[in-house]
T-cell receptor
Framework: GNSVTQMEGPVTLSEEAFLTINCTYTATGYPSLFWYVQYPGEGLQLLLKATKADDKGSNKGFEATYRKETTSFHLEKGSVQVSDSAVYFCALSDPTGGFKTIFGAGTRLFVKA | DSGVTQTPKHLITATGQRVTLRCSPRSGDLSVYWYQQSLDQGLQFLIQYYNGEERAKGNILERFSAQQFPDLHSELNLSSLELGDSALYFC??????????????FGPGTRLTVL
């Protein structure tokens, strides 16, 4: 079946450090891939998405590239801020899975000033 | 603000009881999704409705049921509650029937505590 695997957290970084959160997926079809972010006390919100191989999603300085050959969608940011502290979820939506969205376990990021 | 509203924000009840969680989707969105978020299980998809009809089913227990009404709001009913049902319940909505690139917009959640 379809699944998403994310690196375990928490990840703790200093302000202005480089961020990478790894995400790999298993899908029977050709999924769309998403990163959602959950700030403390809030619901999830879409951060970025990509719908086909080699697409790069980007938003608020975050980027992720859909890599079909490695079945990965790693999240990166060149310089994190304290306000980026949140939980990040990788997710996929696969037409052969009935378009159910499958979420990874989430990775908590702490950014220190 | 995502435009998705959920009530109540908090709910405290006892084992064996029944509760109803309510969700109003964003204006124009036809799909509503329900998720359960707990510390040990992560974010679990429960069920999806599209324009009043059940569209997809996930790991929803038989004690749980949902429906979407003609005005597109949705309710999630949880019955015979157990301690393990304590969690955050999120509702999300999207425009379509969850096409490949459908973005889901999440509400703020209802925190259920079963004592």
């Amino acid at each position: 079946g379809n699944s998403v695997t994310q690196m375990e957290g928490p990840v703790t970084l200093s302000e202005e450090a480089f961020l990478t959160i790894n995400c790999t997926y298993t899908a029977t079809g050709y999924p769309s891939l998403f990163w959602y972010v959950q700030y403390p006390g809030e619901g999830l919100q879409l951060l970025l998405k990509a719908t086909k191989a080699d697409d790069k999603g980007s938003n608020k300085g975050f980027e992720a590239t859909y890599r079909k050959e490695t079945t990965s969608f790693h999240l990166e940011k060149g310089s994190v801020q304290v306000s980026d502290s949140a939980v990040y979820f990788c997710a996929l939506s696969d037409p052969t899975g009935g378009f159910k969205t499958i979420f990874g376990a989430g990775t908590r990021l702490f950014v220190k000033a | 603000d995502s435009g998705v509203t959920q009530t109540p924000k908090h709910l405290i009840t006892a084992t064996g009881q029944r509760v109803t969680l309510r969700c109003s989707p964003r204006s124009g969105d036809l799909s509503v999704y329900w998720y359960q978020q707990s510390l040990d299980q992560g974010l679990q998809f429960l069920i999806q409705y599209y324009n009043g009809e059940e569209r997809a089913k996930g790991n929803i227990l038989e004690r749980f049921s949902a429906q979407q009404f003609p005005d597109l709001h949705s309710e999630l009913n949880l019955s015979s509650l157990e301690l393990g049902d304590s969690a955050l319940y999120f509702c999300a909505s999207s425009v379509g029937a969850s096409g490949r690139a459908d973005t889901q917009y999440f509400g703020p959640g209802t925190r259920l505590t079963v004592l």
